[in-house]
Structure formats: C-alpha cells, structure tokens
C-alpha cells in the first residue's frame, strides 16, 4: 500500500450484494478513481476496479484480517441496512475509525468524531462529500486511540455479559 495516501477499507463476504451497499460501493469507486486515496477491498464479487483500487478477495484467516483493519485509515461501510455488523466491531478494535450511513444499530458503535463518522441520507454524494472532507482534513489519523478505546468499552465480554445479566433481571423482574 502507498504510504502517502490514505487508505480506505471496504470488506463484506460478497462486496456486489446490495444489502451490503454494493451498487454504492461501485459508484464510489467509480468517481473516487481520480482522487488521492488508496481502496482496499476485502471480499468476493470486487469485478473491475480502478487503478487506486487493490482487491484482496476473500480472507479467512483471523490475523491477517486484524492486519488489514490495522493498515486501513478507516473503513468504509456503505450498507443500506445493518444490525451490529462484525466488521465495524473489528475495525473499532484494531482502532480503524469507521464511516458509516447511520442505520439500524450502527449508531450504537460509531459516535461522531469519536470513533468514525455517521452518514444520515443513504446517497452516494453525501458519503461521497463524506470521504473528502475526512481525507482533506485527515480526521482519521485524530481517531486511531479514540476509536480502540470505544470498542474496548462497547464490546469487552465482561461488560457485554454485564449488560446482558442486567436485561434478563430487569426483565423477570417484571413478571414477578
């Protein structure tokens, strides 16, 4: 990867379905084939892909995706829809910033400015101003420790376990 460019990570097990922000992903490439930012893709179903784009196709194996995550300057999520996806808590983790569309749970991992950046209105052009302005003013460099310390907090075992015990007793609570 060139080290004067900052690099953006898109990964998905199939990086065509539209669930996953395919058609976006496309029309993202596409006008971003210019510009001075290095993509790295991470999945099946890449297809042709500009010059500033480098394709790693699917990766399995654990510790090679944490270096991925950790080589990125932040990941790109372009999903319509999600729950609480893996790879935006992996990223988070390897202290990869994450911008993202804010939908479904996604706003409970990304907080502004602190971890990544949130996109209300699900179009390529507003992601597109997105990723600009985070390479112009290279927001993702001041989110690296920031980043890492949201997904230690949001996503340790013991305090996911924590929350889960209190839900379950909140909740018999009620019918007792």
């Known amino acids: 990867l060139p080290q004067n460019l900052p690099v953006a990570l898109i990964i998905a097990g199939n990086l065509s379905e539209d669930r996953k922000g395919g058609a976006m992903i496309g029309k993202i490439l596409a006008e971003m084939q210019n510009e001075k930012i290095q993509f790295l893709l991470v999945g099946n179903g890449a297809g042709a892909t500009p010059e500033n784009v480098k394709s790693l196709g ?16 932040f990941l790109l999520h372009p999903a319509p829809i999600d729950n609480l996806p893996n790879t935006v808590a992996e990223s988070l ?9 804010a939908v479904g749970g996604i706003p409970e991992m990304v907080f502004p400015y602190k971890s990544g950046w949130l996109v209300k209105e699900y179009c390529h052009q507003t992601i597109l101003s997105k990723i600009k302005e985070i390479i112009f003013s290279h927001g993702y460099k001041k989110l690296r420790d920031s980043s890492r310390k949201v997904a230690l907090e949001r996503f340790d ?9 209190t839900l379950i007793e909140s909740t018999l609570k009620k019918y007792e």
Do not use: E
């Open 157 to 165: 075992s013991d305090t996911v376990a924590y929350q889960y015990q």
């Open 58 to 73: 699917f990766v399995n194996d654990d510790k090679l995706l944490n270096i991925i995550y950790c080589a990125a300057d």
């Open 93 to 101: 983790t390897a202290g990869t910033p994450v911008l993202a569309f």
